[in-house]
């Protein structure tokens, strides 16, 4: 069960691996731009879905550091150097976002961007998540 409410009108047809919004109270996380270099800053594949799937694993240490987990997410925001490559990788990707987020989705948005300031770079996420506040 997500401690957020997920916000969705009825009439709408389901969103499938995002959510159209969602309401949460407690302590905000956001993260800076992650990339998929380890923590070394070294990339170890030019394959777009292994940087995701990196980018997504970041994130999830960053979240860490804040005692939250995957669950807490509520906003995923990418940049992608090639909307294509993303489309391409959909069934890989899919499978590596619910090995490392779960079946989760938060609100998401996706954006074609010309460059990344790392040249190797393919994707980068801004994740936001809430943590709720402990006790009544």
């Not at 159209?20 to 594949?45: C, K, P």
Request: hydrophobic share 45%.
């Amino acid at each position: 069960m997500s401690p957020h409410e997920f916000l969705h009108p009825s009439h709408w047809k389901p969103a499938r691996g995002y959510a159209n919004g969602i309401m949460a109270e407690g302590r905000l996380i956001l993260t800076g731009g992650l990339i998929g270099w380890n923590a070394d800053q070294q990339f170890e594949s030019d394959d777009f879905a292994a940087q995701a799937a990196q980018t997504l694993r970041n994130i999830v240490e960053v979240l860490a550091c804040a005692g939250a987990k995957p669950e807490h997410l509520v906003r995923l925001t990418w940049y992608v150097t090639d909307k294509r490559e993303y489309l391409a990788s959909l069934p890989t990707l899919g499978t590596a976002y619910r090995e490392i987020i779960g079946r989760h989705y938060p609100a998401m948005a996706l954006l074609q961007v010309a460059a990344l300031v790392e040249d190797r770079a393919k994707v980068e996420i801004e994740a936001t998540a809430v943590l709720p506040k402990e006790g009544p």
